[in-house]
């Protein structure tokens, strides 16, 4: 199919960059080299605002539903649905500062990091009301977050019944501040079902609950980590750390 513009001065009610293709993960992973499809909806070079949205099956590198620029933006009031990305970003790839409200990710796969959604190196993401559930990656199957990034959830923002198939079941995080919001349900294959946290990272006030892995079923950490106000039960892992695996970790628990 052609490629096709998204016009952002007046954002359509409905997405669709190509027909749907049914693949798991590991199809994805052998397959990747071969799905070069239509491009999808790129935003860039301006900080943009879109809302009621319903963007799905579409497939794409990075991003494959929606992928903002470094100028960033803001997304209300949408859904984001059954997209594939060969590499990160199975729904949305944040390369700059984004705010999310009112939004749904869900049924999206990436062929390497962040299922549901990839916030690119020092950017800031606030979730407000978003749920994140469903989403299948390598590492992240919700939410992967590269380096220097900040991460603030309000409302109910829920990261829910994700999966990986190495580490990060619900999210990555990669020297990351988080805060808030609860990640509940997730599965990874080795570490992490929950959350992976990997050369460190701030975490206040989140909630892990009834995740599961091989090692660290609620979480696995290396590096400094500061863990503040957080509740950590019902998780479970076949080896070791049914709650929490500290491989190497500077720990500060409060």
């Given at each position: 199919p052609p490629d096709v513009d998204l016009l952002l001065d007046q954002p359509p009610d409905h997405v669709r960059v190509c027909p749907r293709v049914q693949v798991d993960v590991a199809l994805l992973v052998r397959l990747r080299a071969e799905l070069r499809v239509a491009v999808p909806p790129r935003v860039e070079d301006q900080d943009v605002a879109l809302a009621d949205l319903d963007v799905y099956?579409?497939?794409g590198d990075y991003g494959a539903?929606?992928?903002f620029s470094p100028e960033g933006g803001t997304l209300e009031r949408s859904t984001l649905r059954g997209n594939?990305?060969?590499e990160d970003g199975g729904g949305l790839y944040a390369n700059g500062n984004l705010h999310l409200t009112d939004v749904t990710i869900t049924g999206n796969v990436a062929g390497n990091w962040g299922g549901g959604l990839t916030v690119g190196d020092s950017a800031e993401l606030t979730l407000t009301d978003v749920t994140i559930r469903d989403n299948a990656a390598e590492r992240g199957g919700g939410v992967f977050a590269l380096a220097n990034t900040t991460v603030t959830a309000n409302g109910i923002t829920s990261i829910e019944?994700?999966?990986?198939?190495?580490?990060g079941g619900g999210v990555y995080l990669f020297d990351t501040v988080w805060t808030g919001g609860s990640v509940s349900g997730n599965s990874a294959i080795d570490s992490g079902g929950g959350l992976y946290v990997f050369d460190g990272a701030s975490i206040t006030g989140l909630v892990v609950d009834g995740n599961d892995a091989t090692r660290g079923g609620g979480l696995f950490a290396e590096g400094l980590i500061g863990l503040d106000a957080m509740q950590v039960s019902?998780?479970?892992a076949t080896s070791d750390g049914?709650?929490?695996y500290l491989l190497d970790a500077n720990a500060t628990l409060s």
């Open positions: 099956d579409n497939i539903g929606i992928q594939i990305a060969q019944d994700n999966n990986a198939s190495a580490s019902n998780n479970s049914g709650g929490m």
